[in-house]
């Protein structure tokens, strides 16, 4: 694994994020049109993104996980995260991986998230 890079807004980077391609802040757009259906923010801010690794040939790798395992919605979060990503211009093909290492908590959350939330 590679050296890990400091907290971005809450999110934990397992591996370091691609922030400084072009096509960064638009893949972070397009993952914060995503929301988790139990909870009213979007999965960016709730710090289930861990990473967002763009190849030189545009390729995009995001690495996530749900609030828990038994998330009714683990088998479709996934597609739903590559369906925002991949109509991007210059995007050439995304892959959505799940993990549960590191397990998310709430600390993980923006400051945002947090307020919108009511836990500020």
Not at 9 to 31: K, R
Not at 50 to 71: E, F, H, Q, S, W
Not at 98 to 108: A, H, S
């Amino acid at each position: 694994m590679s050296e890990q890079q400091p907290k971005l807004e809450g999110t934990p980077l397992i591996e370091p994020s691609s922030t400084d391609h072009p096509l960064y802040d638009d893949i972070v757009a397009a993952c914060r049109s995503v929301y988790d259906p139990e909870i009213p923010v979007n999965i960016f801010d709730l710090g289930l993104v861990y990473t967002i690794d763009i190849k030189p040939d545009n390729a995009v790798r995001v690495v996530m996980t749900l609030t828990a395992p038994g998330c009714p919605v683990a088998g479709e979060m996934p597609g739903w995260v590559a369906d925002a990503v991949e109509p991007l211009a210059g995007v050439k093909h995304v892959d959505v991986e799940l993990t549960w290492d590191p397990p998310w908590g709430m600390d993980m959350m923006s400051d945002e998230a947090r307020l919108e939330l009511g836990f500020m």
